[in-house]
Structures are given as structure tokens and as C-alpha cells.
């Protein structure tokens, strides 16, 4: 723990000219101050991020005052495995900030001179985290103005060929440091080998699919691009939903990649991520109100280009006119194709999917909560892993996958 830097040493170091500088060209705030002050406050820290929040006054003239928050983001590893883990945290915000539902990035600097960490400075957006019981509309509307957001054909994120693969190939990486530890547990291993055993047969399909048994690439293969795909967030925790008001953000952009909707849309729906930070486990009819939600606001995007019904950064309907206009529209998209169906079928697998990569992640995590080599330890999260990996949670996700004569 002694990597991680306090806060008292990042308000000493970030209270520097060039610094507040940058922020100020950032946010196009007139650069002929005389004097700054940055104060610094916690938030909420990730696995490898912690999160301040920093308030900036401007002083002019020595009168006059300018008020400025942001979010200051410091990085302590990677998932993926980067190098450069923060730069591409901050060109993935780039991609998405004209959808007006994420962090706007100011800067980002990995030169470890003001700091001994490489960190990333962003907007500040005001809310609390979601509620699945008030807030699954919202979150709909967000997902398709992010997944429907056009991104340019060259672009940095990460290319799977085969996402069902390439998610597999993942959780063998993570569950592979499960059980070669001294924690692996032969009952736990019995349950999790369903679940893999479900997710190589979608793979054994999904290859036969595309027509190619014998590709296979890296799960962080970046060759090869597709039309069809978007920019997802794969870490659709309901913490990372940010509400005040008819408002709603998505934050934290760890690990995008360029994959399907459906992906993002199964993890945000599997009992493993909505039970991280609740208690709740959604049911069937709540994931096809969500799912036909999800499918209107995304045909609308795709209709129209720009958002019709919906205002940008006020998620609410404009008036009974809309509503009624939004009824007919939900009627033609819902029925035209059986589109509903489909949609609904294929995030079903990308569900069970994700119930495999969040247990063997909590697997890896187990690990290396139990290890002296972990930066950051979080009380929350090692309480959560002995739930996900206790015999009865195992039980419930494998009879919610379908997978008891497995």
C-alpha cells in the first residue's frame, strides 16, 4: 500500500501552475489569473483507479472568481494489460464526447513528472448511482445513444474477431490463476466448469457461424474491424450509472472495446453484475421491459441520427405529444422483423456469457486479494467475492443460466 499516493500529497503536487493550467485550456477558462487554489476530496476508487474530486478557484485581478470541478483519475494497473492503460481510458472518452452521457476527458499525462502515477483529468458529473427499481429507462437511453454513436474506422480500441471467443479465452486467463493457487477449491471448480462447458458450446457454434473453425485470435487481438460493431463498456456495474434528476451518466472507461451491443446489454442484465452493488437479481419480465426499451430509443437513433423524443442530457419525454408518437414508434419497431426476439435471444447467451466471466473474475481477485502484491484493497469488494464464490450464490446463477442437467 505504500505505492498509493494520499491525498494530501496529490493536493501539494496538483496545486502547480502548469497543472491548473492545462485544466483551465481544457475548459476554455481565460488563462490570465493571478492566483488558483486546488482542493482535493475521495471518491469512489476502482480495483486499479482511485478518483478525487478537485476544485479549482480562479482568482482575477484579485477579485473576481471563477469556480471549476473535475475529476481527477490516477491509475495503479490495468486489466488489459496496457502499457498505456490511462492514454486509453482518455482516447475511448474522446470517441464519446459528443453523446452528451459521458465524462468529457480534459487531459491526460503519463510523463510521471507532477506525479508519480500516470492519471487522467475529466469532467466532474453530478449523481448517485442508479436504481434498478426507478432508474432502468434511463439507462436504456443511455446505453443506445453510446451504442449507436458512429466511431471512426481508425481507432485504437480493441478489435476481438470473435467475441464469444475472445471472452472465453479471457476467463481461462483469469480462472487459470484460480486454480494453479493454493485457494482452489475442487467444489467451486465442479460449479464454474458448467458454466464453461455452456460458453464452449455458443463458441463451438459461434465458429461454425463464421464460417471459420480454425481462426482463433488473442482476446486482445486489434487487426480486425467490423461495420456492425460499436464502442462498448464491458463493465456495466450500476455504480457506474450516474443519476441526478431525469439525468443520466456512464462512467468509467476502463476497458472499452469495439464488440456488439448485445454484449454490454447481457452484462448489465446478469444476476453476477447487478447483484455487485445491490441485492437485486433481475426477473424476466423486468429484462424484456428494459430489453424493449433499450431497442425503441436505439431505432430511433439509428432513424434519425439524432434523439427525437429524448433531450440529450435531460432523459425525460418531452410532452404527451411525444409520448403518443413514442407509442406508435415502439409498436412498428417491437413488431417489424421480430427484431424484439432476436435481440432477446442473443443477449440471453452473452448473459450466461457474462456470469462466467464475472465468477472466474471474482476467482482471480481472490486470489489476489489473499496475495501481499495487491495496491489496492477494498473491504467491499473482498466481502463480495466470498458471496460470489459461496456454493448457494454458484447454485442460483447456474439454475438462472439453465444449466442444472449440465
Not at 472518452?93 to 491526460?108: A, R, W, Y
Not at 482452489?184 to 463458441?203: A, G, H, T
Not at 452473452?350 to 502484491?373: F, H, K, P, Q
Request: proline share 2%.
Amino acid at each position: 500500500m505504500s505505492d498509493i499516493l494520499t491525498k494530501e500529497n496529490i493536493e501539494k503536487s496538483i496545486n502547480n501552475r502548469n497543472f491548473v493550467e492545462k485544466l483551465a485550456k481544457g475548459k476554455n477558462i481565460p488563462l490570465g489569473f493571478d492566483k488558483f487554489r486546488v482542493n482535493v476530496c475521495e471518491l469512489a476508487n476502482g480495483e486499479y483507479n482511485y478518483n478525487f474530486k478537485i476544485s479549482v478557484i480562479f482568482i482575477y485581478n484579485n477579485s473576481s472568481q471563477v469556480f471549476e470541478d473535475a475529476v481527477l483519475r490516477i491509475n495503479y494497473g490495468s486489466q488489459m494489460n496496457f502499457k498505456k492503460q490511462i492514454e486509453y481510458e482518455y482516447r475511448s472518452l474522446e470517441l464519446l464526447k459528443n453523446t452528451g452521457v459521458t465524462p468529457v476527458p480534459i487531459f491526460f499525462d503519463d510523463t510521471k513528472t507532477l506525479l508519480q502515477k500516470d492519471y487522467l483529468v475529466m469532467e466532474f458529473v453530478n449523481g448517485v448511482q442508479m436504481s434498478y427499481s426507478t432508474d432502468m429507462k434511463l439507462a436504456a437511453n443511455v446505453l443506445a445513444k453510446i451504442h449507436s454513436e458512429k466511431i471512426p474506422e481508425n481507432n485504437h480500441l480493441v478489435k476481438p474477431f470473435n467475441l464469444i471467443s475472445s471472452m472465453i479465452d479471457e476467463c481461462r486467463a483469469m480462472y487459470g490463476k484460480y486454480r494453479n493457487s493454493e485457494f482452489f477449491d475442487v467444489n467451486i471448480d465442479k460449479r464454474i466448469s458448467k458454466l464453461f462447458k455452456k460458453c464452449e458450446l455458443l463458441e463451438k457454434n459461434e465458429i461454425e457461424h463464421i464460417g471459420n473453425s480454425s481462426k482463433k485470435t488473442d482476446v486482445f487481438d486489434k487487426t480486425i474491424n467490423s461495420d456492425s460493431k460499436c464502442m462498448i463498456n464491458t463493465e456495466l456495474n450500476s455504480s457506474n450509472f450516474l443519476v441526478d434528476g431525469a439525468s443520466c451518466f456512464l462512467v468509467d472507461w476502463e476497458k472499452p472495446i469495439l464488440g456488439e451491443k448485445e454484449q454490454d446489454l447481457g452484462h448489465f442484465l446478469a444476476p453476477t453484475t447487478t447483484f455487485w452493488k445491490t441485492d437485486v437479481i433481475l426477473n424476466k419480465k423486468e429484462i424484456d421491459i428494459f430489453l424493449r426499451d433499450y431497442l425503441l430509443y436505439y431505432e430511433l437513433y439509428g432513424k434519425y441520427g439524432t434523439e427525437p423524443i429524448v433531450d440529450n442530457r435531460n432523459h425525460d419525454l418531452k410532452n404527451d405529444a411525444d409520448k403518443h408518437y413514442l407509442n406508435i414508434e415502439a409498436d412498428n419497431i417491437v413488431k417489424k422483423n421480430n427484431e424484439f426476439e432476436m435481440l432477446k435471444e442473443k443477449v440471453s447467451k452473452y448473459i450466461i456469457l457474462n456470469c462466467l466471466r464475472g465468477i472466474t473474475w471474482c476467482a482471480m481477485a481472490w486470489v489476489e486479494y489473499n496475495s501481499e502484491d495487491k495496491a489496492i484493497l477494498n473491504e467491499f469488494t473482498y466481502n463480495k467475492l466470498k458471496q460470489y464464490l459461496d456454493y448457494s450464490f454458484l447454485d442460483q446463477v447456474i439454475d438462472i443460466c439453465g444449466l442444472n442437467d449440465i
